[in-house]
């Protein structure tokens, strides 16, 4: 997790520093942390572009148009470079949104690692279903591998 943090630094999201690292076999496949996409303005650029939505509960969320989560920002850097990251693990700064979840499911990773719970009961219902395993690791000192 050390290196996961240290990814998260590079973030250009004003609201939030998250980084991601995906790992097989014990070696970096890919990092990514939240920002905009490559050659476009970032929000410590020019300010947020906040939207609202509502969620099926009623709860309103605000999310950044301008920003990439750090998870999708790894798969990228991984597709680009065609390193293959099924039943590799993915080390997380803080738990993947839901949109996120999604796509790391669908990618075929085996266990997301991370730090911070961030709305983790909007990705219950997705993890009944899945086979990925979603572990917390301790926020200082993690022993458990490259991430």
Do not use: F, W
């Amino acid at each position: 997790m050390t290196i996961t943090r240290q990814v998260a630094e590079r973030s250009t999201c004003l609201r939030a520093k998250v980084g991601a690292i995906i790992v097989r076999d014990r070696s970096i496949l890919a990092t990514g942390y939240n920002g905009s996409p490559a050659g476009l303005p970032h929000c410590t650029d020019i300010g947020c572009l906040i939207y609202e939505s509502r969620t099926p509960d009623g709860d309103i969320e605000q999310n950044c148009y301008r920003t990439i989560h750090a998870e999708i920002n790894a798969i990228t850097q991984a597709a680009k470079n065609g390193s293959a990251i099924s039943d590799a693990d993915v080390y997380v700064t803080h738990t993947p949104c839901i949109h996120c979840m999604k796509v790391l499911i669908n990618t075929g990773v085996r266990t997301v690692y991370y730090d911070k719970p961030y709305k983790l009961r909007t990705i219950d219902e997705l993890l009944k279903y899945a086979r990925v395993k979603l572990v917390q690791v301790k926020a200082e000192g993690a022993a458990d591998g490259p991430g």
